[in-house]
């Protein structure tokens, strides 16, 4: 069971607080990289996966990369020595830390891709939004606005240069054209950042004051876009409503939800933190328990949530698993 009031607190490591591995030397020490650990999502994820890890007896700590490589790299060194068992990690740069990722596996630490492979990576868990499949979220999201918006002109809002943000972009892209809609304008917000994005949209409404949809590679992003939109004179898309740009995030963050009641947002796609958190442990005793063995990856089912949707959406605190009960998909 998962309930936000029983959260366990996380202990975000700095340099100069570092504990002795030697106290958990009987315990399992999980240990998580997490990308960018101000965004409210991670906070969640981190909480999810410390809960499930309490579950089986385990420890967990967590590292902030902040969007940095070479601190991703620095961070898989600290959790070496602090003796981890197990380190998940969204990698920002699969070639800048491969060699480190290699190093872990040389010492005996099991290695989990968090939304992200490569070298040095023994097995990977993924949101189902992160997947570039037939059929999958891109294609069902590009789909959903072409129904609804035939050849639709279309913005696609990448993010910084992470190769897995790149590469999300690049399937929407090709799902859009697929389903017959007109890609116009493919910025990216690097700085990852709403008043960024507020800012890049307010030029790109004067450039293309015809765009009909909008995705995001995030909710700040998509937010971002949405206070120009209002701020220019326009306004969101709402199903049985004539005119509006369709806004699309991903991360389903609680003021994305909030914003597609409000009628700020079209949609959002959320990608099941505590689920994942379950899948991230899930992974971890399997690697564990049959170290020679290679398991197949985790996939967890991302939900679109829409004004048409969004009554059937459950609050991340309201969500019970266990890790035999996660939507995985097959």
């Not at 918006?149 to 279309?154: F, M, Q």
């Not at 089912?301 to 309201?318: F, G, H, K, P, Q």
């Amino acid at each position: 069971m998962f309930k936000s009031k029983k959260m366990l607190s996380i202990l975000c490591l700095g340099a100069a607080s570092l504990m002795p591995a030697a106290s958990l030397a009987d315990d399992v020490l999980i240990g998580n990289i997490a990308p960018v650990a101000a965004q409210p999502s991670q906070a969640i994820l981190a909480d999810a996966i410390a809960k499930f890890a309490a579950e089986e007896g385990w420890s967990y700590r967590m590292l902030d990369a902040n969007l940095s490589p070479d601190r991703q790299v620095s961070h898989v060194d600290t959790f070496v020595t602090l003796g981890a068992d197990v380190i998940a990690s969204w990698s920002l740069d699969p070639n800048a830390v491969a060699a480190a990722y290699t190093r872990a596996q040389q010492q005996g630490v099991k290695v989990i891709g968090v939304n992200s492979d490569g070298q040095g990576v023994d097995q990977s868990v993924w949101w189902d939004v992160q997947i570039c499949v037939p059929g999958g979220v891109y294609e069902r999201n590009a789909n959903w606005i072409a129904e609804r918006k035939p050849g639709a002109k279309v913005i696609v809002f990448g993010g910084p240069p992470v190769p897995s943000i790149q590469n999300n972009k690049a399937c929407f892209i090709d799902a859009a054209e697929a389903a017959g809609l007109e890609v116009i304008a493919t910025p990216d917000n690097t700085q990852d950042t709403t008043a960024n994005a507020a800012a890049m949209a307010a030029d790109l409404l004067v450039r293309h004051p015809d765009v009909e949809a909008v995705w995001a590679y995030n909710d700040n992003t998509a937010l971002g876009f949405s206070a120009s939109l209002f701020a220019s004179g326009k306004t969101v898309w709402k199903a049985g409503e004539e005119g509006g740009v369709m806004v699309f995030g991903t991360n389903g963050d609680e003021i994305a939800i909030d914003a597609v009641r409000s009628g700020r947002l079209t949609g959002t796609w959320d990608p099941d933190y505590i689920a994942f958190g379950g899948a991230v442990v899930l992974m971890a005793k399997q690697l564990l328990e049959t170290p020679d063995a290679a398991p197949e990856p985790l996939v967890v089912r991302s939900m679109l949530v829409t004004a048409e949707t969004v009554d059937d959406y459950i609050e991340n605190e309201d969500r019970e698993y266990t890790l035999e009960s996660l939507p995985l998909v097959k």
